[in-house]
Nanobody
């Protein structure tokens, strides 16, 4: 099970850090690629970033590079998404996802690549 948290209301130019914590006796967090997606009202789900099991390799959507940073703490079964310089167009529900394959096996920009999904956390950026 994946539990996303940390969303909320933030002003234009502000920052927010999202967390996604994994639980479950059979779920080994450190053996899963982790990803973040977002979905704005009336729009399709959009890829944000993916992170390898070790945390050493990332794949960002071009529009997120430089403002968003993904990281993970395998000891805490948690992946983070630090979002800086937020804009109103970043307003969306943010979802974390996980998959047990190797980072080099999947097309992580595709939602179908992930076996597990969290419930989402709302991020609202005011202008």
């Amino acid at each position: 099970q994946l539990q996303a948290s940390g969303g909320g209301l933030v002003q234009f130019g502000g920052s927010l850090r999202l967390s996604c914590t994994a639980s479950g006796r059979t779920f080994t967090f450190s053996r899963h690629v982790m990803g973040w997606f977002r979905q704005a009202p009336g729009k399709e789900r959009e890829f944000v970033v993916a992170l390898s099991r070790s945390g050493g390799t990332t794949s960002y959507a071009d529009s997120m590079k430089g403002r968003f940073t993904i990281s993970r703490d395998n000891a805490k079964n948690t992946v983070y998404l630090l979002m800086n310089s937020l804009k109103p167009e970043d307003t969306a529900v943010y979802y974390c996802a996980a998959d047990p394959r190797s980072f080099f096996e999947g097309r992580w920009y595709r939602g179908l690549a992930y076996a597990y999904w969290g419930q989402g956390t709302q991020v609202t950026v005011s202008s």
